[in-house]
């Protein structure tokens, strides 16, 4: 049991001072991924409602790590959105990193005014990156699931349990409903 509780208190230790060194991606900030991250096929559809005309793209999910607050400690972990139209101007942002004695190739980037964000709240929280035409407004929770998301499957699971409409109706309006509202990206600011 003693072995359980020194883990635990070994996990606590470890996510406080992650916590510490928590500071969300900003312009300026350097990230790094592996080559091979570029090359994967994680592509997905991302569709959206834009001045009532229906809009599909598809984007790459590439994972980054970047330094927090102090760049000795833990590194941070995020995610990076690329539209496969801005794939090639993304890649002429990266440069090598060379890693003695090692056969992956890392690709570093700075996070620029070309890149949008969106975040979980104020504090950054959760903050991932998109990478495409800014011309096109797709709401926050077309790639990750937003308050905005969670409190209207909230409403119409409660609804839906109360006996009012049907399971199908209710997921018309759900869809409706996140074609209309929720969080536009933001955009780095100077």
Same mark, same amino acid.
């Given at each position: 049991m003693q072995r359980n509780d020194d883990l635990a208190l070994s996990e606590y230790k470890q996510a406080k001072e992650m916590k510490k060194n928590f500071q969300p991606v900003s312009a300026g900030t350097v990230c790094m991924f592996p080559q091979f991250a570029v090359e994967s096929s994680r592509q997905r559809p991302v569709k959206w409602k834009q001045a009532f005309d229906d809009r599909v793209d598809y984007y790459l999910l590439i994972l980054f790590e970047?330094?927090?607050?102090?760049?000795l400690k833990v590194s941070r972990s995020g995610r990076l959105f690329v539209t496969t139209k801005c794939l090639k101007a993304f890649e002429a942002k990266t440069s090598k990193i060379q890693i003695p004695n090692s056969d992956n190739e890392l690709r570093a980037f700075t996070? @620029?005014?070309d890149f949008q964000y969106g975040q979980a709240d104020s504090k950054g929280t959760h903050r991932f990156l998109v990478l495409h035409d800014k011309e096109q407004k797709p709401y926050q929770h077309r790639f990750v699931n937003s308050r905005w998301v969670k409190a209207g499957n909230l409403s119409l699971g409660l609804l839906d349990k109360a006996?009012?409409?049907?399971?199908?109706?209710? @997921?018309?309006v759900s869809e409706q409903?996140?074609?209309?509202?929720g969080d536009y990206l933001h955009n780095f600011e100077g």
């Open positions: 970047y330094a927090g607050k102090d760049p996070v @620029d005014n006996g009012f409409g049907s399971r199908d109706g209710l @997921d018309l409903g996140r074609n209309y509202f």
